[in-house]
T-cell receptor, first 112, second 111 residues
Framework: SQQGEEDPQALSIQEGENATMNCSYK?????LQWYRQNSGRGLVHLIL?????REKHSGRLRVTLDTSKKSSSLLITASRAADTASYFC????????????FGGGTRVLVKP | SQTIHQWPATLVQPVGSPLSLECTVE??????LYWYRQAAGRGLQLLFY??????ISSEVPQNLSASRPQDRQFILSSKKLLLSDSGFYLC??????????FGNGTRLTVT
């Protein structure tokens, strides 16, 4: 079963606008990760936020985590056409090893 | 630097035929290895993961099996493919407690 569920399922914005997507999960986690997938390709890791962190930045990416609400958000600022991709959250709820559970993803289209 | 190779990129197989997808990792030792499947427009479903040679954990009962004959080699197999086995198969590796690094995937179509 899917642990994380992204919202919205699809997002269309103009270049230069910000894109925000949310992820909700059901159980306690050790960390939450966001990945990006270009069409027909493998996933690329973007950012990891640990359960004791509330916010993290990486370039134009900002991730927040609210463990009380079991939710996370990914913000892409000043979007570019090259940001067009699907974005997935993944949760790690294990204490041994690294076994991620992925959500269904948000498809982002950035129009030039 | 570490690299992951997954092949073939695309595969069309008839129902009832066998399957073998191979994944190899270079530049690291004793990685965790994973096979995921992605249905069209959907998220990833973990099929198998391995923390060492010969150690395979199956997440979903199905028509597939996995093997790890060498430290950096992970193989996904089936004796007889079903139509429902169609999908995008992704291999990934990670060090312990670190993000996953994915291969470019294999698009499998069972006809």
């Amino acid at each position: 079963s899917q642990q994380g569920e992204e919202d919205p399922q699809a997002l269309s914005i103009q270049e230069g606008e910000n894109a925000t997507m949310n992820c909700s999960y059901k159980t306690s986690i050790n960390n939450l990760q966001w990945y990006r997938q270009n069409s027909g390709r493998g996933l690329v890791h973007l950012i990891l936020i640990r359960s004791n962190e509330r916010e993290k930045h990486s370039g134009r990416l900002r991730v927040t985590l609210d463990t009380s609400k079991k939710s996370s958000s990914l913000l892409i600022t000043a979007s570019r056409a090259a940001d067009t991709a699907s974005y997935f959250c993944a949760t790690d709820a294990t204490t041994a090893g690294n076994k991620l559970t992925f959500g269904g993803g948000t498809r982002v289209l950035v129009k030039p | 630097s570490q690299t992951i190779h997954q092949w073939p990129a695309t595969l069309v197989q008839p129902v009832g035929s066998p399957l073998s997808l191979e994944c190899t990792v270079e530049g690291t030792s004793n990685p965790n290895l994973y096979w995921y499947r992605q249905a069209a427009g959907r998220g990833l479903q973990l099929l198998f993961y391995s923390v060492g040679i010969g150690q395979i954990s199956s997440e979903v009962p199905q028509n597939l099996s996995a093997s790890r004959p060498q430290d950096r080699q992970f193989i996904l197999s089936s004796k007889k493919l079903l139509l429902s086995d169609s999908g995008f198969y992704l291999c990934a590796w990670s060090p312990i407690k670190s993000p996953l690094h994915f291969g470019n995937g294999t698009r499998l179509t069972v006809t």
